[in-house]
Structures are given as structure tokens and as C-alpha cells.
């Protein structure tokens, strides 16, 4: 994991709030957040990935749960009355 260090006098600290230039914030996010690019087969399979995904949402055929573990329970009960 790489660290992102912040000049003390570019930040200012107000209770439980950090300010800080827009300047600032964007390096703080390029350097914090990976970003991955992909190719070929692989940008083709995750774009149809993404469109039938969609394409579930709009269709209502997608499942609404407070947390991954309880959508599993949820998707394992619709599977077994198939």
C-alpha cells in the first residue's frame, strides 16, 4: 500500500473536518485510489459484464439487501424455488 503524505500547512483541521485545496484533494486521490485499464477480450467481457447487469436492474430482476451475506441467503432462496 503506498502512503500519501500532505503538507500540514495546506490542510486545516476543523473539529472533525479536514479542508483542503481542490489542488490538494486530487493528488490525494490519484495517489490513493488504483485505477486498472483494460484490453481486448478482457474490456470486452467486463463491458457485456456491466450491460446485462444494467439490463437485470432495469428489469427488476436484481436483489436489494443491507449487506453481501444476506444477498447471498436471498439469491440462494429464489435459486431453490426455480
Known sequence: MSSVTISKNKIKIEGDKV???LKEYHKLLEKSATVYYLKG????RLD????DGLKEYHEGKT????SLKEA??????KRGKR
Request: no cysteine; proline share 5%.
Open 19 to 21: 479542508v483542503m485545496t
Open 41 to 44: 477480450k478482457q474490456a470486452l
Open 48 to 51: 457485456k459484464l456491466v450491460e
Open 63 to 66: 436483489i436489494t439487501a443491507p
Open 72 to 77: 447471498l441467503k436471498i439469491h440462494a432462496r
